[in-house]
């Protein structure tokens, strides 16, 4: 990672963040962030899907350049006054995506929205984004600058799916006419003047078969349940239309028909996405509310602790077994073509904190050096007046890789070891202390804790119910040459049963801080969520699940480390607010690695 990717990668996080900051303000609501692109409220994603509340990898990284261009633009008079103006137009359209965000938040009861949600996918498609628009249009008064950026969002939006060519089909024209005549009707504003002339027939020839339905909607756009009614009329209305027309034979080819909806469904709605648990990507990992942690005085309890045990790994193998455990790893991670000197130098540069070293005298810019002034006299053209403070990365962090050694991951085991191994390697090549610790228990089905329970007649709610097992692979005070062999014993698969993640959090943030750094991360890496039997059934579904977020929450509050979350197969987005899902599948790669390691450097940055 270079000085020029690092810079970007920071400003970006601080757009995200400012994009946050907006939504709180205007809804009053602590509790929402972003992550990953979507608003999260305590790092759940909100069911948002219209068009333009989402932004774009692209988009992202193009307002990372932005930033940069308007300091530029701010400071010389060189830079052209069209590119400035893109540049104000693009930071305004990132702007408008949080704002549209926030009035959404306020504006509607979002239970309400999916118990109403049409079943067709294109009246979904349609119902949601009138609804988008609907929340839009009640802008709060005095807030120019608020509707500026909703507009410029929306001009975005429209113009991205216009250059993508989708609406040359005629199913991607009637989506398209009907939402540009809907945000106008709505917000008042004109549609975009690009796109006018190419959508003026059509809108010609359906306004009178949607005219009272548009109506009805700018009418009743105070009212969410009453807007309901139009909105749907007018969602089966442009249904209909489509019906028609393919029945029609507006296209040659049936099946040429069917792909070009389709290409016009994706393209209008970009990321609407809605939980229907049959799309083929990653899932989101599932969560709750957990009445009973709710409900206790005392929070999150534990109803013993006298069989909790913490170890090291290697201690439950013999060294036979070890031996060959890592003789094992060692040939998988051969055949995968894995650079460590160069992961180790991105490694360096991502956790790296800058500290002033010195100073760098004879500058054209910076802060006046008074030794020099004499130099203005004798030479008043001369401009090496200044000085500038220069900068040394410092590495003084500490890596955490904390492994949920419950049974699921028992299967994904060796590629998640092979991906510890690599990077544990590269760190200590980076001269970068790290630690690999896992969490399992001690026993199936609440082991002699739950005889314990049961031998104390069964009280209500006791809370968490098993033997932890803390697992320690690697220390922090060993080089991974020296801990090669220990690592391997994450192949030995009776470990893994049950998974307490909450407290193992807890535990490695503890271990960390015993260690002095400038910067401590600890990455999570599992494929679910919190899950123990005994405690489960003696307590509720989500008791593990909600003092995990209760226990992410308060590291973060703490702010001395950095809680990732790595989702093996899985997004856990709803648990930790930077996570990252990975396929592992196959065998990880270069790619792989250096996604990791960009990702790693991301919460510094924000």
């Known amino acids: 990672m270079n000085d020029t990717e690092r810079a970007a990668m920071q400003r970006a996080a601080r757009a995200e963040a400012l994009r946050a900051a907006t939504v709180r303000a205007l809804t009053g609501d602590a509790a929402l962030h972003y992550s990953g692109g979507r608003l999260c409220r305590n790092m759940t ?10 932004v774009t990898q692209d988009e992202r990284a193009a307002m990372a350049a932005s930033a940069g261009h308007v300091v530029a633009s701010a400071c010389s008079s060189s830079v052209s006054s069209s590119v400035a ?20 938040t306020l504006h509607s009861d979002t239970e309400w929205h999916r118990q109403h949600m049409p079943a067709d996918p294109v009246e979904r498609l349609l119902f949601e984004s009138f609804e988008q628009l609907r929340c839009e249009s009640l802008l709060p008064p005095g807030m120019p600058g608020l509707a500026h950026n ?25 989506l398209y006419t009907v939402a540009q005549m809907c945000w106008s009707r709505l917000s008042g504003w004109p549609v975009l003047e690009e796109t006018e002339g190419l959508i003026e027939a059509t809108r010609a020839s359906i306004a009178p078969a949607i005219g009272v339905a548009l109506a009805g909607m700018r009418r009743t756009r105070h009212d969410q349940h009453a807007f309901a009614v139009h909105a749907l009329d007018l969602a089966q209305r442009v249904r209909s239309m489509m019906d028609a027309r393919r029945a029609a034979g507006l296209e040659d080819d049936d099946a040429q028909n069917q792909q070009n909806e389709e290409a016009a469904r994706n393209a209008f709605s970009l990321f609407l996405e809605f939980d229907d648990g049959d799309d083929e990507g990653i899932a989101l990992a599932h969560t709750g509310e957990s009445r009973v942690l709710r409900a206790s005085e005392h929070g999150y309890r534990v109803f013993t602790n006298r069989y909790d045990r913490e170890a090291y790994a290697a201690s439950f193998v013999r060294k036979a077994l070890l031996a060959e455990y890592r003789e094992r790893l060692d040939e998988r991670i051969r055949a995968q073509p894995v650079n460590v000197a160069r992961l180790a130098r991105m490694l360096k ?22 030794r020099r002034l004499a130099q203005l006299v004798s030479s008043p053209a001369e401009r090496r007046l200044f000085r500038l403070e220069r900068h040394t990365l410092i590495s003084g962090a500490i890596v955490g890789f904390l492994i949920d050694c419950s049974g699921s991951m028992r299967a994904q085991i060796e590629p998640v070891a092979m991906l510890v ?3 544990a390697r590269a760190l200590d090549c980076a001269g970068i202390a790290s630690e690999i610790l896992g969490f399992t228990t001690g026993a199936w089905n609440g082991g002699r804790a739950r005889s314990d329970w049961l031998a104390n007649g069964r009280p209500e709610h006791p809370g968490r119910l098993n033997e932890v097992l803390n697992l320690v692979f690697k220390d922090a005070d060993t080089s991974w040459r020296r801990a090669r062999a220990d690592i391997a014993a994450l192949l030995k698969g009776d470990l893994f049963r049950e998974g307490v993640d909450g407290e193992a959090v807890e535990w490695a943030c503890n271990r960390m801080r015993a260690h002095a750094a400038n910067r401590r991360v600890l990455i999570v890496i599992s494929d679910g969520s919190p899950m123990d039997a005994a405690t489960h059934q003696a307590n509720d579904a ?12 308060q590291q973060r509050a703490y702010g001395d480390v950095d809680v990732l979350g790595l989702g093996v197969g899985l997004d856990l ?26 990702w790693i450097g991301k919460p510094a940055a924000a």
């Open 349 to 370: 540069a991502a956790l790296a904190v800058p500290e002033r070293d010195d100073w760098s005298f004879g500058e054209e810019s910076g802060r006046i050096d008074g």
């Open 45 to 54: 994603p909100l069911p948002f899907h219209a068009p333009h509340l989402r």
């Open 542 to 553: 989500y008791y593990l699940d909600n003092h995990l977020k209760q226990v992410v929450a």
């Open 421 to 423: 191994d690599v990077l």
């Open 573 to 598: 987005s709803p648990y930790y607010r930077y996570s990252l899902a990975v396929d592992l599948s196959v065998a990880p790669d270069m790619a792989l690695f250096s996604e990791v390691v960009r």
């Open 150 to 174: 909703l507009r410029a969002r929306f001009d975005a939006w429209s113009r991205g799916v216009y250059l993508s060519g989708v609406i040359d089909g005629d199913a991607g024209l009637l």
């Open 85 to 104: 103006s893109a540049v104000w137009s693009s930071v305004a359209s990132f702007r408008g995506s949080a704002d549209s965000a926030a009035l959404r």
